[in-house]
Nanobody, 125 residues
């Protein structure tokens, strides 16, 4: 059974950076496309970014394009989300999720089978 654990969240100033990690156990991440999601209180879940199994395909929400970068290190069984030029509106809990059925990746949460518990990101001066 695949388990995902997010880390790297915390407090950052506007314009600052954080790097989130999604570490897997119980299975190798080579078989999974990975997505990062966030959901602020009272808002719908947003697919922030995703990366295909091999890492050749990446996708981003318009709200983070040019500021966030997703990458994966299958040898370390970890996927990263580098977040630069952070804005207060990026404040919320971030989740990673894994999809084994599709080689490509999707920003739609419904295709993902496994989810982490989330890590809080707060952007404030």
């Amino acid at each position: 059974q695949l388990q995902l654990v997010e880390s790297g969240g915390g407090l950052a100033q506007p314009g600052g950076s954080l790097r989130l990690s999604c570490a897997a156990s119980g299975s190798t991440l080579d078989y999974y496309a990975i997505g990062w999601f966030r959901q602020a209180p009272g808002k719908e879940r947003e697919g922030v970014s995703c990366i295909s199994r091999g890492g050749g395909v990446t996708k981003y929400a318009d709200s983070v394009k040019g500021r966030f970068t997703i990458s994966r290190d299958n040898a370390k069984n970890t996927v990263y989300l580098q977040m630069d030029s952070l804005k207060p509106e990026d404040t919320t809990v971030y989740y990673c999720a894994a999809d084994r059925r599709n080689f490509d990746c999707s920003r739609y949460g419904g295709v993902y089978d496994y989810w982490g518990q989330g890590t809080q990101v707060t952007v404030s001066s």
